[in-house]
């Protein structure tokens, strides 16, 4: 009879992965902390802020993007917010399930008409769903229990959709996050002019790392720790761009995208904070001043 030989490492590796797996799955943060979710919707964004019972959606990917069955093992009652970034169907396809699904309380957007069937629906969803409905303007504060979430861009709109795009600076306690949408340098130089742009620790990057985004005198002033890119492996766009992601490297940040590590996942107490990744197999841990 013929004896099947299977490597010592491959079961170590297949146990590590299976282990991993259940040790990812499901976990509410524990009180005091929240997790926020950099959610692997292939390509386009997708985050969700965590803090136990209150849940703040920013974008849920295309339309495909399974985002309602996720968010499902996390949210707790209503989902108190929704926040679109902007118009564009990456961003705004999976909201239209999620309105669907949840119960929301407040919808949040950058108030540009566009005349895309996926804008439209997504407009009759918010109005279906009987909640509150902001523009949300450079200033603004969108907050619900102890979470805050202030409006850096954008001051108007117009028809170049990306640079529409709402960008949010957050902090709890001591750790300033920021998610900029699919905002681009001109967003960037309008939010520098605007002196509100922070000293942060958690970036996730603008517009998937396109090189239309992440200029060097921006990221110079927020000078993160962590940059996290959204896109999926081969698409077609070629995000992330080298230049981007050399330029993270310049401001020594560590740099982690869904396209290799799947779902990220970031808790924090407001002093420290861990990087939870899907992939390859394992998590790892990053604690910082406070
Ligand atoms: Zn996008």
Redesign the pocket.
């Known amino acids: 009879m013929k004896k099947i030989v299977i490597p010592l490492f491959l079961l170590l590796v297949a146990f590590a992965i299976a282990f991993y797996a259940v040790n990812y799955a499901k976990e509410p943060p524990a009180a005091g902390e929240i997790s926020v979710h950099f959610i692997d919707v292939g390509q ?2 997708a985050i969700l802020i965590d803090a136990g019972t209150t849940e703040i959606l920013i974008d849920g990917g295309d339309k495909s993007s399974g985002i309602a069955d996720y968010l499902d093992s996390y949210v707790d009652g209503n989902l108190e917010i929704v926040i679109a970034t902007h118009a ?1 169907a ?2 705004i396809g999976g909201l239209v399930s999620v309105l669907e699904r949840f119960q929301v309380e407040q919808i949040w957007y950058d108030g540009y008409q566009h005349n895309s069937k996926t804008f439209i629906d997504f407009i009759a969803a918010c109005e279906a769903e009987g909640a509150e409905i902001h523009i949300a303007r450079r200033g603004d504060v969108i907050s619900i229990a102890e979470l805050s979430l202030l409006v850096l861009n954008p001051d108007s709109t117009s028809s170049d959709l990306n640079n529409n795009s709402v960008v949010l600076a957050f902090r709890y306690g001591t750790v300033d996050f920021m998610f900029t949408g ?1 905002a681009e340098q001109k967003s960037e130089a309008s939010m520098l002019s605007s002196f509100l742009v922070p000293d942060i620790e958690i970036l996730k990057v603008g ?2 790392a396109s090189r239309t985004a992440s200029s060097a005198e921006f990221l110079s002033v927020l000078t993160p720790e962590v940059a996290i890119y959204m896109c999926e492996t081969g698409n077609s766009y070629g995000h992330p761009h080298r230049e981007t992601l050399d330029a993270l490297a310049a401001i020594g940040a560590q740099v982690y995208g869904t396209d290799t590590c799947g779902t990220i996942v970031i808790t924090t107490n407001g002093k420290t904070y861990q990087i939870k990744t899907e992939k390859p197999y394992g998590s790892m841990t990053v604690t910082t001043a406070s």
Do not use: F, L, R, S
């Open positions: 386009g964004d564009h990456d961003h699919d517009h998937h």
